[in-house]
Structures are given as structure tokens and as C-alpha cells.
């Protein structure tokens, strides 16, 4: 076995929030960046909003990202609470539109910088040892051929909701709900004309639905229920599309583009939780490690790049020795996710037609 290396940072994780932090500190500090995959996968596409646009100049890599020619993300169209549509227009926002994104591409792309700004990358490779040895971290990772012992001064969880740094440090993960959702991707055979640019949600009453066109000219088709009592039809492509025709606004869009699919129906962890900590001696999470988000709030993504950003900061800071702990940085978070429940509550306390299903009665504004 090597003799360990020794980095200022490990970072467990290179999906967007993993890399944006490696990116953003592999300039000026030794980054060590570990992830189970070589490369990413394929995942439900995500709508990254315009404020993302000055954290993506702060992180210097804004020009870079729009030369990738992700889909401008146009705002939003919610059929919920049996009104008329509500329509939110990005044209009018001063950072302008957002992207819908090819995760795969965005997160291969913050790789890429990540390792062209200095930071090595281990991938595929998996956390089986860590240790606090006075103020260092000492990490084994398992590669498969061999084991790789690494030292760190510092080391950062972006390792998604399964938060594998944290739980080896045994702190417990808060999950306030058990949101999923099942999606499937195709062509439409026909242009898009019903809302080109737009992410579109319509409720039912045993959850909520989202389409939205992908980088690749497909669009992306999801129900979001809780797994304990979700349709026995979503788990099979042909029913699954007969009940989304089925819905007034959906099954209009996707009748008008013709959409089709014919993959299987996947399944992703959709829920909103945290980290009973979200940071402690020489360690932080970042990203759905810290916090994850119910996806009808649209902050998955900016959540990764704003934790990843601020994270960054904070740990700047102690390795320059400005400041000599996580404090500020886990009150700013615990600030944002007592602001998100309130917006959540909200969201879902607007849909009043069906609170004698399980679904929303579980989401009913608590006095």
C-alpha cells in the first residue's frame, strides 16, 4: 500500500455540489475530490433557476457554462389549487432565464474544471475508513484493485442524501417526508409549441406531476407521490403515460408534442431532509448531504452551488486561519431551511381540493 497523501481538503462526492467546491478552492488549496462513479449518471433532468447565475460568475466559470448550450429554462407554469394556470416568466427576471439542464453534461462539466484548477480526482472509489487522528482526517478508499489511504486537515460530505461522510460520524439524518419520483424521458414527434422553455406541475389528487424539455430535445415526464401509497400504474411505462394523458393540462401538452416514451419507469428519492448537524470539528456537508429539497421548490440544484459556494468560504477561511470553525456557516443553512419549510408549507397548503387524501393530508399547514 502507498503511503498516504495528504490534501488540505477531501471531499466526498463529485456531483454538482462535490466538484462546484472542488472547483472553486482547487486553485489555492490541495483538493482531494472521491466519488463511486467514473462518471456521472443519467438522472431526471433539473431546472437550474437565474439567480444561479452570480454564483456561477463568482465561481468564474459562467461563460464557460453557457457554451454548452443547455435549454434556456423560461419559467414556469403550476396547474394547482383548481384556479387558473399560474405562470412565472424568467424574461422579466433581472438575472435573466435559467437552464434545464443534462445533469449528466453539468456535472461532467464541474469535473472537468474541477481537475483542470488542480484538484485530483479518484473515482470510482468508495469511503471503508476514516478516522480523526489530532487535526487530521486519515480516509481509506476502496477502488476495487486496491486501497488508496489518503490525510486531509479538512473534509467535506457532498455525497447526496445518503450522506456517507456523516453517518460514518454518526450524525443522524431528519427526513420530514418520504417523497419520491417515478419518470421516464422520450421524443416528441412534434414541435413544442404548448409551452417551449417551460417547466409545467399539475397536482391529482394522490400527488403532483412535472414535465420539461431535456438539452437533448426530449422531454422529461414525472410523478411525485410518496412510495407507501403511489398508483400501481406508475410503475409501468404504458399505464403510466395513459394516467398522465388523463390530466387536464399534461395530457393536453403531451397529446399536442406527441410525446412517447418507451424505457422503463425510473425511480429517485425525491424527499426533504437534513443533517441533525450540519457541521463539526474539521468537517461540513454541502448539497443534499446538508440539506435535499422537495423538488416543487426548483432548488436542488441552486441548493448544491450555493452550499458548495458558501462552504467553500468557510473553509477558505480556516485554512487561512480567519476563522476557526463551521458556526456561521451552519446557522446560514439552518436559516435557509427554516425559510424553505415555510415556502413548502405554503405551496402545498394552496391545493385545498383534495385534503381527504393521504397524500395531502400528510402536507397540511401545521398550527
Known sequence: MKPASYFDIAVIGAGPA????????????????????ETPERRIGESLIPAARRLLRDMAILDAHEMIGHPAYLGNISHWGGGPAQSTDFLRDP????????????ESFLRTAAARRGATIIAPARLVGLERVGDTWELVLSNKAEEIRARARLAVDASGRAATLAKRLGVARDNIDRLSAHWVAGPMDRLDTGAPGFSIVESEPEGWWYSAP????NRVLAFHGDPDMAPDEIREPGRFMD????LPAMGTLLR????????????????SGRLSRLAGEGWLAIGDAALSFD????????????????????????????RDGFADYAADL??????????????????????????WQRRLPRN
Open 256 to 271: 399536442d408534442a406527441a410525446f412517447k416514451t418507451n424505457g422503463p419507469v425510473t425511480v429517485t428519492a425525491a424527499n
Open 214 to 217: 431535456l438539452a437533448d430535445g
Open 295 to 322: 423538488p416543487i421548490a426548483s432548488r436542488g440544484i441552486f441548493n448544491a452551488l450555493y452550499t458548495a459556494w458558501s462552504g467553500a468560504m468557510a473553509c477558505h477561511d480556516i485554512l487561512t486561519g480567519e
Open 243 to 246: 394516467r398522465a394523458l388523463d
Open 95 to 106: 438575472d435573466g432565464p435559467g437552464w434545464h439542464l443534462d445533469w449528466a453534461a453539468f
Open 18 to 37: 462535490g466538484a462546484a467546491f472542488a472547483q472553486t478552492l482547487a486553485p489555492r488549496h490541495r483538493v482531494l475530490l472521491i466519488d463511486r462513479r
Open 334 to 359: 439552518a436559516t435557509v431551511w427554516t425559510l424553505y419549510q415555510r415556502h413548502l408549507q405554503v405551496v402545498y397548503g394552496s391545493e385545498r381540493r383534495w385534503t381527504a387524501s393521504p397524500f
